[in-house]
């Protein structure tokens, strides 16, 4: 598909249906009960608090969507820098707000990874998607999509987890994945087709 756009801007009314159907797994994840509020022993189950931090950046990344679909329709807005910097502010606040209602425990990455080089780089493809919302770039709207997948699907995973549908490996192995194609598809083949000339490109100001 197109990364750039990732189908969105062109037609308001598809656009409108997307962007209501987009949050729908996070919001009705909050319907079903069974949930523990603290991780199983292996880390790979759905736990309360994650379910809490999968629907708040999701909804950062849907609050990105509409806003940029709003531009793509309506016009710039010109404070866009500043809605920015205060939509991460507050997801933060939530996420930490979120995390404090619940007993103290590792947190998400460093329980899902073993290896420290695992742990940095799921830490810092989550710092990418942050840096991502706060500055903008020219995959935004793909960006902002496949986060909400890659979050979605990752819950979705440690659900059968919980079920015992899947084990431990094929959850982590799976999110890594997800992880993986993000660096794919926005940095990797964006520097293949068109590689950087100095430390000055945009694409290494993360």
Known sequence: GDRVGAGFGTNLKLDAISLALLPLPNLTSFLFNGVPAKKLSDGFTIWREYRFHAAIFGLRSWIMLVVLCYQK??????????????LVTVTMMFAKLATESFPAQKSTIRGFYGSGWAVFAAGYAQYLGTAGTLTGTEYDFGLHWLAITVIQLNAFFMTLRKKRIVGPNTVQTLYSLLLLS???LFLLTSMINNPPVSVLDSRLHF
Request: glycine fraction near 6%; charged fraction near 5%; hydrophobic fraction near 45%.
């Open 182 to 184: 993000v660096l794919y």
């Open 73 to 86: 329709h309506f016009g710039m807005l010109t404070y866009m820098p500043v809605y920015r910097a205060c």
